[in-house]
């Protein structure tokens, strides 16, 4: 899932880039998605309205009704939730020091010299220079004229350590995308499962009831 990162930023382009996994996340999304919007489109076919001309009273109108409507109520869940993975995450810097990406963050840090080339030991230092970087420039316009000129070096510098880890934060922003959508995809199927759950319930009660 999270591939083998650069190297150096010349070999940044000749490696498998993380994000080739999404489009088939996605793939598989549509497919959960297709499956669901075929099993509406059977519950809302001829056939429960052929059941329903069965029932004689109010009770078990009632219960095929509400076993329908919670059959319904499953496939139009699963739809919902999977449809989350079709919608594109928005991955910042900020998004790596999120809750949401703590088990990436592990296993990334778990071996800092592979993952941020010997320039960081974890997220948080590989994104330092930057801060640094917007803090001296917020400093520089109010700072006294002695102090610009050290000021100014602190900023080459930074601005340099950040050129040198830009390939890696890159590399690490597009798998933090790739990460949110498998993510986004497991829960999406652990959804499905109990949205299933739901549409045999009810399919359950709407038979019995117009078996009644």
């Known amino acids: 899932m999270t591939g083998e990162p650069p190297t150096s930023g010349a070999g940044l382009d000749a490696l498998p880039s993380p994000l080739d996994s999404v489009a088939d996340s996605r793939a598989a999304a549509r497919w959960i998605i297709s499956s669901a919007g075929a099993v509406g489109a059977l ?12 029932v004689t009273d109010w009770a078990h109108a009632a219960w095929a ?16 939730r999977t449809s989350e993975v079709l919608v594109p995450p ?7 020091t999120g809750p949401e990406l703590r ?21 948080d230092s590989l994104l330092r220079h930057r801060r640094i970087a917007a803090e001296i420039t917020c400093r520089l316009s109010t700072a006294p004229p002695q102090e610009r000129a050290a000021l100014r070096a602190g900023l080459a510098t930074a601005r340099r350590n950040i050129a040198r880890t830009d390939p890696y934060l890159r590399w690490l922003l597009a798998t933090a995308h790739a990460w ?14 109990l949205a299933a759950a739901l549409v045999v319930v009810g399919a359950v ?8």
């Not at 009660?205 to 009644?212: K, Q, T, Y």
């Open 43 to 54: 519950l809302l076919g001829g056939g429960p309205l052929i059941a329903a001309g069965t």
């Open 65 to 80: 009704g509400g076993g329908l409507l919670v059959t319904l109520l499953g496939v139009a869940w699963a739809i919902w």
């Open 90 to 96: 928005m991955t910042t810097p900020a998004t790596l």
């Open 103 to 123: 088990g990436l963050r592990e296993r990334l840090e778990a071996e800092p010299w592979y993952h941020f080339g010997g320039y960081a030991g974890d997220v």
């Open 180 to 193: 949110q959508v498998r993510e986004a995809l497991r829960r999406a199927r652990r959804q499905t499962f």
């Open 205 to 212: 009660v709407f038979i019995a009831a117009s078996a009644g």
